[in-house]
């Protein structure tokens, strides 16, 4: 297990076992000698009350509700300036702020205004004698069909050669009804199938430095400027007629996927349908520290503030 320093020098450690959910991994603070629980808690609701913005692109944000009931969150953002020539972006994401026994509750609904689809869920439980932070961190695996979805097939499909196609977000799916989707289209070319956009989005993937396997798949490295590498694979099921994209993240083995991705075409008009969905799973290795970390950063500002 490997613990990492918050700029307040609190050290978290990686992948200890949960005692909030028994069976699951959680990230674990060192002990907290500067304050007490009941004073972390206020922190955490002045940190819910005043956040500072998580992106360049938020343009507005609100906060309703009560501490009794939970206080919801809403936030606006917009891409603009040259980012808006590579992806559109302009959408509200909802989360939610409770407290339930002696844990402090992150709940992240997407862009779902009727908070009712829970997307991911980040949990704090206060452990005492000394106080320690136990955070579990989990992805529920919910079918992503929004804004920032969007933005990612519209690239892709213009990258593939679909010029100034555009994409809606949660729409209702055409092909299986009750679901939500990416739509993007009309599709120029009527006879368009999805063998045929699996001939399109290869034929990028290889140019883009792709390397074909014996299944037909398409394995890419992603090298990254700033963080590690990150690897994925396209490839086409004929079973589903949906071309398919698998990001397996850092992983160099191609052994875990983090997400799926499937791209279909659709009639009446033409169009392009796709959705992903991520793997069901609890975070708590490195990248799950370092958002722990940030956000405890700042609500140990708010609370100084």
């Given at each position: 297990?490997?613990?990492?320093?918050?700029?307040?020098?609190?050290?978290?450690?990686?992948?200890?076992?949960?005692?909030?959910?028994?069976?699951?991994?959680?990230?674990?603070?060192?002990?907290?000698?500067d304050?007490?629980?009941?004073?972390?808690?206020e922190?955490?609701?002045?940190?819910?009350?005043?956040?500072?913005?998580?992106?360049?692109?938020?343009?507005?944000?609100?906060?309703?509700?009560?501490?009794?009931?939970?206080?919801?969150?809403?936030?606006?953002?917009?891409?603009?300036?040259?980012?808006?020539?590579?992806?559109?972006?302009?959408?509200?994401?909802?989360?939610?702020?409770?407290?339930?026994?002696?844990?402090?509750?992150?709940?992240?609904?997407?862009?779902?205004?009727?908070y009712?689809?829970?997307?991911?869920?980040?949990?704090?439980?206060?452990?005492?004698d000394?106080?320690?932070?136990?955070?579990?961190?989990?992805?529920?695996?919910t079918?992503k069909?929004?804004?920032l979805?969007?933005?990612?097939?519209?690239?892709?499909?213009?990258?593939?050669g679909?010029?100034?196609?555009?994409a809606?977000?949660?729409v209702?799916?055409?092909?299986?009804?009750?679901?939500?989707s990416?739509?993007?289209?009309?599709?120029?070319?009527?006879?368009?199938?999805?063998?045929?956009?699996?001939?399109?989005?290869?034929?990028?993937?290889?140019?883009?430095g792709g390397?074909?396997?014996?299944?037909?798949?398409?394995?890419?490295?992603?090298?990254?400027?700033?963080?590690?590498s990150?690897?994925?694979?396209?490839?086409?099921?004929?079973?589903?007629?949906?071309?398919?994209?698998?990001?397996f993240?850092?992983?160099?083995?191609?052994?875990?996927?983090?997400?799926?991705?499937?791209?279909?075409?659709?009639?009446?008009?033409?169009?392009?349908?796709?959705?992903t969905?991520?793997?069901?799973?609890?975070?708590?290795?490195?990248?799950?520290?370092?958002?722990?970390?940030?956000?405890?950063?700042?609500?140990?500002?708010?609370?100084?503030?």
């Amino acid at each position: 297990m490997l613990s990492w320093l918050t700029g307040s020098s609190l050290a978290f450690t990686e992948d200890c076992n949960s005692t909030a959910k028994p069976g699951k991994k959680c990230i674990l603070s060192d002990p907290i000698e500067d304050c007490t629980a009941e004073e972390f808690v206020e922190m955490f609701w002045k940190w819910v009350e005043s956040k500072p913005p998580i992106s360049s692109y938020q343009t507005d944000r609100k906060v309703t509700g009560t501490k009794a009931d939970g206080m919801l969150e809403s936030v606006d953002i917009e891409v603009s300036g040259l980012a808006s020539l590579l992806v559109t972006l302009k959408a509200t994401f909802y989360n939610k702020y409770l407290v339930e026994g002696d844990q402090l509750l992150i709940q992240q609904y997407m862009t779902d205004s009727s908070y009712k689809v829970l997307s991911n869920q980040t949990s704090i439980k206060l452990l005492k004698d000394p106080l320690r932070l136990e955070v579990v961190s989990e992805d529920f695996g919910t079918r992503k069909h929004g804004a920032l979805l969007k933005g990612i097939i519209e690239g892709a499909l213009i990258g593939a050669g679909f010029e100034g196609i555009k994409a809606e977000a949660d729409v209702d799916s055409p092909s299986e009804p009750g679901q939500k989707s990416i739509i993007a289209g009309p599709v120029e070319d009527a006879s368009m199938t999805s063998e045929g956009l699996w001939e399109k989005m290869k034929a990028k993937r290889l140019e883009d430095g792709g390397e074909p396997q014996a299944d037909g798949s398409i394995k890419k490295e992603d090298a990254g400027w700033i963080a590690n590498s990150t690897y994925s694979s396209l490839k086409f099921d004929k079973d589903l007629g949906c071309v398919i994209n698998l990001d397996f993240g850092e992983d160099s083995t191609y052994s875990n996927v983090n997400a799926t991705t499937y791209m279909k075409v659709i009639n009446g008009p033409v169009r392009v349908e796709a959705w992903t969905v991520p793997r069901a799973r609890v975070d708590s290795g490195k990248a799950a520290v370092d958002g722990t970390v940030k956000m405890y950063g700042e609500i140990r500002d708010a609370g100084s503030a």
